[in-house]
C-alpha cells in the first residue's frame, strides 16, 4: 500500500463512518515509533504508521484511520477532540474505533548500555546511561570524587 491508497481509503473510509469528507492530506510516516497514526492540528493532516499495517493488515488500520478520523472531524467542527474529552470517547464508540491500537512487541530493540562511576572515598556505585562529567560532579552521599568503573550493578 502506497501514500496514494492510503488517502483513497482514509477518504472513503471518513465518508462511510462519518458521512463527512476528509479533505486535507494522509501520507504513512517512518518515524512514527510507538503510535498507529497522528492528526496534526496544525495542518489538518494525518499520519499513519506503515509497521501496524504490515504487521496486523487492514484491520487494524482501518481502526486506526477511524480513531485519527475522530480527531480530525471534532477538531473540523470545534469540538472536543482530545482523548479526554467526553465527545471524543463517544464518537470512537459510535464508529466503532479502538481507543488504542495494537502493541508492537519491538519497541525496544537493543537493551541499555549502562555507565558506572564509584566513589572513591565512600566507594558507593552510580549507574548511569549518560557518560557523567566526572571533574565538575561529585558524590551525592560524601561529596567525595567520582571515578569511572567497570563495575556492574546486577539489578
Known amino acids: 500500500m502506497d501514500d496514494y491508497q492510503l488517502q483513497r481509503l482514509i477518504e472513503e473510509t471518513s465518508l462511510t463512518y462519518f458521512q463527512l469528507p476528509f479533505t486535507h492530506k494522509s501520507t504513512f510516516n517512518p518515524r512514527l515509533k510507538t503510535t498507529g497514526g497522528r492528526y496534526l492540528t496544525s495542518s489538518g493532516n494525518i499520519e499513519i504508521n506503515k509497521k501496524y499495517f504490515d504487521a496486523f493488515g487492514m484491520d487494524e488500520l482501518v481502526g486506526i484511520i477511524k480513531h485519527e478520523l475522530c480527531h480530525y ?83
Request: proline letters at 2%; glycine letters at 8%; hydrophobic letters at 25%.
Open 73 to 155: 472531524h471534532l477538531h473540523q467542527q470545534g469540538r472536543g477532540y482530545k482523548h479526554g474529552d467526553q465527545e471524543f470517547r463517544v464518537l470512537l464508540k459510535q464508529v466503532g474505533a479502538p481507543r488504542f491500537c495494537s502493541s508492537l512487541d519491538n519497541t525496544r530493540s537493543a537493551p541499555r548500555k549502562y555507565r558506572y562511576y564509584i566513589c572513591v572515598d565512600c566507594h558507593f556505585l552510580y549507574k548511569r546511561v549518560r557518560k557523567v562529567n566526572t571533574t565538575k560532579y561529585r558524590c551525592g552521599k560524601c561529596r567525595g570524587k567520582l571515578k569511572e568503573t567497570t563495575a556492574r550493578i546486577d539489578s
